[in-house]
């Protein structure tokens, strides 16, 4: 197997991938950047006293990192990276396996993603440099890029094998019209009308989604929902002023850039985004930290504030992890 690094405009995931000749089959596991410029999303419902609405019934499928379906006119990032290793002539047709399925308009810093590959008898497994160059060569026309690729053991998964995920959500305070939004940070933060949060209190209630919960509430209703766990383990929940692309060429303007960083080993269906939402509305004094709390104990996906979901443009997949000995190249464990 082999691991790749990937970087571009679009959602992509990091997984596994599997490389090899002939009979022989190696994984191969890579990561990648990629950004995407839709911010396509669905607004959900609220907590006590407040109105709610049903959400979605299913997911939108229409573009993001998941593959789409040869009549649908979008193409998903899955859908650009298998194109592209077909490309390399395979002996069979190759399937990309993604660590994280992020929803339309989110981006990633670093995703991971694993395949195998099977060359024709006689020909040499591809080295992970060629690997890199000829995918990237073959992806020059999207905003996707592979940052770098390993080999790793026939047993490595991208999406079960991770240990856990990062994502960073980004948010630019004082754009009182969507005009103030700096061109470059368009599609890549959530741009709030206010000039302050209350950032103090937005701790407090961040503080109290750490630790294992039931995280019903903060998750959107989806077709997968019957078989999943809501109990997760959320290990961060930081929130940190940050800056804006080339920011200090535009300070006159007031702008305060945000980030809430969350990790976890995995993620509800748009968890994270919820939880950006119900924090935000904290800053903004909608609500107040202990209503959070009752968030988390109500337990219902209805329950979660109308019209407050983070839009899916300032959401980013920081990094995914794995245990050492997962990825480790056949090199090194020689070694």
């Not at 939880?275 to 219902?300: C, F, Q, W």
């Amino acid at each position: 197997m082999v691991r790749c690094e990937v970087a571009g405009e679009n959602m992509l995931q990091v997984g596994r991938l599997s490389v090899g000749m002939s009979k022989d089959h190696t994984g191969t596991y890579w990561d990648f950047q990629q950004h995407l410029s839709t911010s396509n999303y669905v607004k959900k419902s609220i907590p006590k006293g407040m109105s709610a609405q049903p959400a979605a019934a299913s997911r939108d499928v229409n573009s993001g990192v998941m593959k789409t379906l040869s009549d649908q006119p979008v193409l998903g990032v899955q859908n650009h990276l298998e194109q592209a290793a077909q490309r390399l002539r395979p002996v069979a047709p190759i399937k990309f396996f993604i660590s994280s399925r992020t929803d339309t308009g989110v981006h990633a810093l670093c995703n991971a993603a694993h395949f195998d590959i099977q060359r024709a008898a006689g020909k040499p497994p591809f080295p992970e440099s060629v690997l890199v160059s000829a995918l990237n060569y073959h992806l020059k026309t999207e905003p996707i890029c592979i940052l770098s690729a390993y080999r790793v053991s026939g047993n490595f998964h991208a999406r079960f094998s991770a240990l856990s995920r990062t994502y960073i959500y980004r948010l630019v305070t004082g754009c009182s019209h969507h005009s103030e939004i700096p061109v470059f940070e368009r599609d890549l933060c959530w741009a709030l009308s206010e000039d302050h949060l209350n950032v103090p209190a937005m701790q407090e209630a961040a503080s109290l989604l750490l630790g294992t919960h039931d995280f019903s509430t903060f998750r959107s209703v989806s077709t997968d929902m019957p078989f999943k766990s809501p109990l997760k383990t959320l290990d961060r929940a930081e929130i940190r002023p940050s800056s804006g692309f080339m920011s200090h060429h535009y300070e006159y303007r007031g702008l305060q850039f945000w980030e809430l960083e969350f990790k976890s080993r995995s993620f509800l269906y748009r968890q994270v985004r919820r939880m950006v939402g119900a924090l935000v509305a904290v800053g903004r004094g909608r609500l107040a930290p202990y209503h959070i709390k009752e968030l988390l104990e109500i337990r219902d996906p209805l329950a979660y504030p109308l019209s407050t979901m983070a839009p899916a443009a300032g959401l980013f997949l920081k990094s995914v992890e794995y245990a050492e000995a997962d990825v480790e190249t056949e090199d090194n464990a020689a070694k």
